[in-house]
């Protein structure tokens, strides 16, 4: 009777036997049957239910992006390279004690805490790395617990996975700090109106990251061993402009790591992201790196402004004082998309090879006009 | 005073095994042992409830083998003893009894064989009567309860005689059939052990207990058999039954006979059908199966399993086939009979007609109709663990484990309930695909290990029951280690051998005689192999889940868990709940939970059903052994403990 397949063997085949799983927690939290262990999603027992949330909320399945900028944002705001740009800035956090605890500018803890303050989200979802390098979102609900989290960890969080669990909870509203596939998930979900749910009107922000890959856990353990750094002696990792190393600190010493060896450990999933600046989010932050003098932008973030309540938040703290911004000059703009630009070129020739047809895109549309575009 | 020690001339209601039991007693059997197994466990568990009255000594050895030797040893201080086994257990046994068979024994010294055809509580359909061929020893089959009890009087006195082991041989349908037996006396006088050793070597009676000269022992054994043969010949457990010169002649034995006698009354075949019914099926007694042989041209023989008897009658024939003509055989070889399987009266019917051509009575025209209709009503049964049965938590977390690693691991099988997650897969949750005999898994997972280099590299996991580590497992974990063989070896501590019944084995304070003994410690004998050793409850999810995927990441080493929760059905626990389980219902989504129903579809405890018309899960309290281990796995955390 039933010859419909599952949603979860559909799931299995195009995403996760794919290796484009992103690891973002979309499809677990909601049933017993996906889970997350170490970076991984796994099936623990078959579902064989179809129209199933895990396949429509997966950021790797196919998704009408068309009807998502619809609902999200102005449609005369889109480009091609970076999404949605209602206000582009340079900005870091007012207070010099929150930059420092922070990757870069603190701008993602200084919204945050503003947003807190102002009652606009009542909790926020943050990743939270254990001692491993792996990491789980954190529902945080003080405001004061929000640096604690600040850092980029370069490891992929199941952060939706923890939204779905606080749906329907006491949670409140919940704002999500999120890559950009946890970002798009997110969008899928807020966008989907699947049997009238309305927990989903919980989720009130997220604020992007930008991201370049992850990595796999497996690998880059494997990379700390040949370093001999103990994975629990990490503090914090970066990569600083223009030396092409990843820079692991621990309490004792800096290591440098070449990227080319960084590589090597990327999830093979984000090989075939073409979002490096999370569309979807409602503001999205990464260091101001990409300018032409990098030394002078140490410190900062650069913020893309997305949606109408992005901008309200940021206008928000800003006039709090808790955040600072700059118009960024036309040119760091012009830099970020190419950037961007590259990156969707280098995922569509990544999918074409995998596929070996430029018909099929994998998750992707061949339709799709910014497909269409870097589809070179 | 129990039954088994009924007055004599009594009529008592015996099952096989007690009346096996009770000719051991009429012998005076002084020391019996045994390893349980279906059919074969009610033996020593009749003579242990009797040993301080009789004054015998009863042990639950740790193998068959062990038992075997532990009973030949008194029988060569010149006491009466029986070691009792199902029929893979005599495997195990063989290797000694290849070497016993050629020392030679004192006192009467039985082997009890309780074989299982069509494999109701086994995981084979062994036989046993080959290794009285293949090691040249007596073999007493019997066809009732009477001679149940009669036949394993016998056995003593025969072993005695010719000084070698005498094995007996039942089937599940004798050994768990009750049937009247007319009680024989209980001896007074019991007797001594000595054991005389300085006599010559080819001296059986006071040299030294072993096998060689081998030439010239075997030699020896084999004048012994010759008077078996003559003993045999003679025999009251062998008798006709049947006209002078039948049409056909039936060559039967054991529970056999009972099936050829019903057939024949079926078919009212009294007068053209004559069966031979032998109790005494090795060595064959060749003068009568020729006065037999010689009455007809067509000759059946009923067995179960193997055609061992009909191999036997033929070689004989062959023999004989000067004097007694050229015959024609029907059987297994002539696939009159099935090869495999349990017989019953209907396929001795059906060969019958077959044979003689006679048309067999037919059911009523609808009888195939009217079944198949009454077997649709009746609801769709699995094999699976009991309600609050540990294995099944062990096996989910197993399960869950395996897939959370993600390198595609699997567990080797061993016997015991647990067996069951291999053979009804959804019960294990699909984890387990291999299943031998006792101690195997752990053998097999020791060489699975090893195949990385030839390209099989995923965690291998094995179980084990507690009972059967004693039994077989300990030298294949002393492999494993030996050899770094990179396993998690996982122990289902039930505490007992749960599944024959709850004999007490090596781990328990306890004896077969209800004496304390020193319990060993299975996590002490692993940490002292080298292992890595945790112990956890397979109730508790967490800290069990924890350990086992730290296993499965942990490369290189030998890891041993062991899982300990007491069988559900285990005399301190039957009957006592420790939570009392219920689903909440405001709580329980059903059909609009994302759960998919993990509760009764996939987790699939048989306390836990559907309300069809609620639309939610429901604990059956009757049912329910409180476990709590479902409030573990439900989403929605609908299920509770009160």
């Known amino acids: 009777m039933k010859n419909k397949p599952s949603s979860q063997t559909k799931l299995k085949k195009d995403v996760l036997e794919q290796s484009l799983c992103t690891g973002c927690g979309a499809c677990v939290g909601l049933c017993p049957y996906q889970v997350v262990y170490r970076d991984r999603t796994v099936q623990l027992h078959n579902c064989d239910l179809t129209d199933g949330k895990c396949y429509a909320f997966c950021p790797r399945t196919p998704t009408d992006y068309r009807k998502i900028w619809e609902i999200l944002f102005e449609i005369d705001e889109m480009t091609p390279e970076i999404g949605a740009v209602k206000g582009y800035y340079l900005s870091r956090a007012a207070d010099p004690a929150l930059r420092a605890k922070a990757q870069h500018g603190g701008t993602v803890t200084a919204l945050l805490e503003v947003a807190m303050d102002e009652g606009l989200i009542d909790s926020a979802i943050v990743s939270s790395r254990n001692e491993e390098i792996e990491q789980e979102g954190r529902l945080v609900e003080a405001k004061s617990q929000l640096g604690d989290y600040a850092k980029s960890k370069f490891t992929v969080s199941p952060t939706v996975a923890a939204f779905n669990r606080v749906m329907g909870d006491t949670a409140g509203k919940v704002g999500v700090v999120a890559t950009p596939c946890q970002a798009l998930a997110l969008a899928k979900m807020k966008t989907a109106r699947i049997n009238d749910d309305l927990k989903i009107n919980q989720l009130n922000l997220v604020i992007g990251l930008f991201c370049g890959w992850t990595l796999s856990v497996e690998s880059f353990h494997r990379l700390l061993q040949q370093y001999q750094i103990s994975p629990e002696a990490v503090t914090g990792m970066d990569i600083p402009a223009g030396k092409n190393v990843l820079e692991l600190y621990t309490n004792a010493s800096v290591t440098s790591v070449p990227m080319v060896e960084v590589d090597a450990c990327v999830r093979t999933a984000c090989r075939y992201c073409i979002d490096s600046t999370a569309e979807f989010a409602d503001l999205s932050v990464g260091a101001a790196r990409f300018g032409g003098d990098c030394d002078e932008m140490r410190g900062w973030n650069q913020i893309i402004v997305r949606s109408e309540f992005g901008k309200q938040v940021m206008e928000l703290a800003v006039a709090r004082g808790a955040l600072e911004i700059w118009e960024a000059p036309a040119s760091a703009l012009q830099d970020l998309k190419n950037v961007a630009a590259e990156k969707k070129r280098k995922a569509l020739k990544n999918i074409v090879e995998k596929s070996r047809s430029v018909k099929n895109l994998l998750y992707l549309n061949s339709d799709d006009p910014v497909v269409k575009k870097y589809l070179k | 005073m129990t039954k088994l020690l009924s007055p004599a001339k009594s009529k008592v209601l015996f099952l096989g095994n007690e009346a096996i039991a009770r000719g051991a007693l009429e012998a005076g059997v002084a020391v019996a042992t045994g390893y349980p197994g279906t059919p074969s466990s009610e033996v020593i568990e009749s003579l242990a409830h009797v040993a301080s009255e009789r004054n015998l000594y009863v042990e639950w050895s740790v193998n068959e083998k062990v038992a075997l030797e532990v009973a030949a040893a008194a029988s060569f201080a010149g006491l009466r003893s029986m070691a009792v086994m199902k029929q893979n257990g005599v495997n195990v046994a063989s290797d000694f009894l290849l070497h016993l068979t050629a020392s030679g024994t004192r006192g009467g010294l039985v082997l009890v064989s309780c074989e299982d055809p069509g494999a109701l509580s086994s995981v084979n359909e062994g036989e046993s009567r080959y290794f009285a061929r293949m090691l040249e020893m007596p073999l007493l089959e019997p066809s009732d309860f009477q001679e149940a009890k009669d036949l394993t009087k016998w056995a003593f006195e025969l072993s005695e005689q010719i000084g070698n082991v005498v094995m007996l041989r ?110 005494t099926t090795w060595p064959l007694p060749p003068k009568l199966l020729e006065k037999h042989l010689r009455q007809t041209t067509k000759i059946l023989i009923v067995e179960e399993v193997m055609p061992f008897l009909e191999e036997n009658v033929k070689v004989l024939a062959a023999g004989l086939v000067n004097r007694i003509g050229a015959k024609t055989f029907f059987g297994k070889y002539d696939e009159t009979l099935p090869s495999v399987g349990e017989l019953n009266p209907d396929i001795v019917a059906a060969a019958l007609c077959y044979i003689l051509k006679v048309k067999s009575k037919t059911l009523p025209a609808n009888y195939l109709s009217d079944s198949r209709k009454a077997a649709a009503l009746i609801p769709a049964r699995e094999q699976t663990f009991c309600a609050g049965c540990p294995h099944r938590a062990s096996f989910w977390n197993i399960h869950n484990a395996i897939a959370l690693d993600g390198h595609k691991g699997f567990v080797c099988g061993d016997i015991g309930c647990y067996s069951m997650a291999a053979l009804s897969p959804a019960t294990g949750y699909h984890t387990m695909p291999t299943l031998h005999s006792m101690g195997s898994g752990t053998g097999l997972a020791s060489g699975f290990a090893k195949l990385a280099q030839f390209g099989l590299d995923k965690p291998i996991l094995t179980v084990c029951g507690d009972s059967t580590f004693y039994h077989a497992v300990i030298p294949a974990l002393i492999n494993a280690q030996h050899n770094r063989a990179d396993i998690t070896f996982i122990v289902l501590d039930n505490a007992g051998t749960a599944m024959t019944g709850f004999q007490p084995h090596p781990g328990l304070a306890i004896s077969a005689m209800k004496e304390v003994v020193p319990a060993l410690d299975i996590a002490a004998i692993c940490s002292a192999i080298g292992a890595k050793v945790a112990v956890s409850d397979p109730f508790d999810l967490e800290t069990t889940g924890k350990i086992l995927t730290s296993f499965l990441a942990d490369k290189g080493s030998l890891k041993v868990l062991i899982l300990r929760q007491a069988c559900a059905l285990s005399p301190e626990k039957k009957g006592k709940k420790i939570f009392e389980v219920k689903v909440n219902e405001s709580l329980c989504l059903g059909d609009a939970c994302g759960c998919n129903r993990l509760c009764t579809r996939i987790f699939r405890c048989p306390a836990l059903t559907w309300d069809r018309t609620k639309n939610k899960a429901v604990v059956d309290e009757v049912i329910c052994a409180g476990c709590g281990v479902c409030v573990s796995i439900c989403p929605q955390k609908a299920i509770i403990k009160l």
């Open chain 2, 170 to 279: 039942s089937v599940t349908r004798m050994s768990h059939a009750s049937g009247n037996v007319i009680c024989g006396k209980l001896p007074v006088k019991s007797r001594k052990a000595h054991f005389e050793y300085n006599g010559s070597v080819m001296d059986s009676s006071r040299g030294p207990m072993i096998s060689t000269p081998v030439v010239a022992k075997h030699l020896l054994h084999q004048q012994k058999l010759k008077v078996v043969e003559a003993l045999f010949e003679k025999s009251p457990f062998n008798r006709y039954v049947g006209a002078a010169k039948p049409e056909l002649l039936i060559i039967t034995s054991s529970a056999c006979f009972l099936y050829a006698e019903e057939a024949i009354e079926l078919l009212g075949l009294q007068k053209r059908v004559g069966i031979l019914k032998l109790g």
